[in-house]
C-alpha cells in the first residue's frame, strides 16, 4: 500500500508509523508527504489504535524536504508551487491533531521538515547523539509550513534562537529548545519512547482524543488562515531569485552567492 512509509501494530493497538526512504535519510518527497497525511487519516479513524510512534528506519530521522522534490519547484507555474506546498502544510496539520498521543523517536538526523515532524509530536525523545536544525535559510528558503507547530512547541523567544539562523544544534539543547523532552542514549531510546506510551493505555481512549483537541483549541492557533499563510510565503520564497540559488549551489557541489567567505 505505501512505498515511503510502513506501519506496524502491536497487540496494544500501539502503531509504529515509520519513515521508511531510509536510502534518502528519509527526506520528504511529494509520494512521502501523500502517504503520510494518508496514514494520519487511517490511524486517526482506527478504533483500535490507541497510540502512535512516529520513528523511522536507517540512519536519520529525516533530513527535511528531499532536494529533488524543491528542485522540480522551479520548474512549475506558481499555482502548481502553491498546491505542492499546501500538500505539506495539510500533512503536517493532519499529524498534529491525530486524535491519539502522537510520541516521537529521533535518532540521527532532524533537519527542515524533520525538526516540523519533530514538533507536531505530543512528547518526542530524542537520541544523545542527534543533531538537529532548521537549516532552510541556507538554502535560500524559509521554515515555512512547519513554522506554526515550531513556534507553539518552543514559543516564539526560544525560536528566534534557531528559527533564521540554519545553524545545527544537539541532543542538549533541542532539549533546552523544549524540542524533545528528553535525550537519552540511543540504546535506550526505545525504552524511554515505551515509558511515554504506557500511561495511556490506562486511559479512556475517548477522553484522551478530547483533551488533545481542547489542549490543541487552548494554544495557539493553527488555523486554515494560518496555514494558507505559511503556504504563501514558501510560495514566495520559490518565486525569488534567492532559492533557486541555494538549491542548483546545493546540486553543483558549490558555495552559494551570499556565502560569507
Not at 515555512?144 to 518552543?154: E, L, N, Q, S, W
Request: charged share 25%; proline share 4%.
Amino acid at each position: 500500500m505505501y512505498e515511503t512509509i510502513s506501519i506496524e501494530t502491536d497487540a496494544r493497538g500501539v502503531a509504529t508509523l515509520w519513515l521508511d526512504r531510509a536510502e534518502k535519510h528519509n527526506a520528504m518527497s511529494a509520494r512521502m508527504i501523500a502517504e503520510l497525511h494518508a496514514a494520519a487519516d487511517a490511524l486517526g479513524a482506527d478504533d483500535t489504535v490507541r497510540a502512535v510512534v512516529l520513528a523511522a528506519r536507517g540512519k536519520s530521522f529525516c533530513a527535511g524536504g528531499d532536494l529533488a522534490w524543491m528542485r522540480d519547484q522551479m520548474e512549475v507555474d506558481a499555482a502548481t508551487r502553491g498546491r505542492e506546498a499546501g500538500k505539506l502544510a495539510y500533512m503536517l496539520q493532519a499529524l498534529n491533531t491525530l486524535p491519539k498521543p502522537l510520541i516521537g523517536r529521533v535518532h540521527g538526523a532532524a533537519f527542515g521538515g524533520g525538526v516540523g515532524l519533530a514538533s507536531i509530536c505530543d512528547v518526542t525523545v530524542g537520541a544523545d547523539h542527534v543533531k538537529m536544525g532548521l537549516t532552510e535559510t541556507r538554502l535560500g528558503l524559509i521554515p515555512a509550513t512547519i513554522g506554526p507547530y515550531v513556534c507553539a512547541r518552543m514559543g516564539e523567544a526560544r525560536a528566534r534562537r534557531v528559527f533564521m539562523s540554519g545553524r545545527r544544534f544537539g541532543a542538549a539543547e533541542a532539549v533546552e529548545l523544549g524540542l524533545l523532552a528528553r535525550a537519552v542514549p540511543e540504546a535506550e531510546l526505545d525504552a524511554a519512547v515505551e515509558a511515554e506510551v504506557v500511561p495511556y493505555l490506562d486511559c479512556a481512549p475517548g477522553a484522551v482524543a478530547r483533551a488533545k483537541g481542547l489542549l490543541r483549541a487552548l494554544g495557539p492557533a493553527i488555523d486554515e488562515g494560518v496555514i494558507e499563510r505559511t503556504i504563501a510565503a514558501l510560495t514566495a520564497c520559490w518565486e525569488g531569485d534567492e532559492a533557486p540559488e541555494g538549491i542548483a549551489a546545493f546540486f553543483e557541489k558549490r558555495a552559494p552567492a551570499w556565502k560569507a567567505g
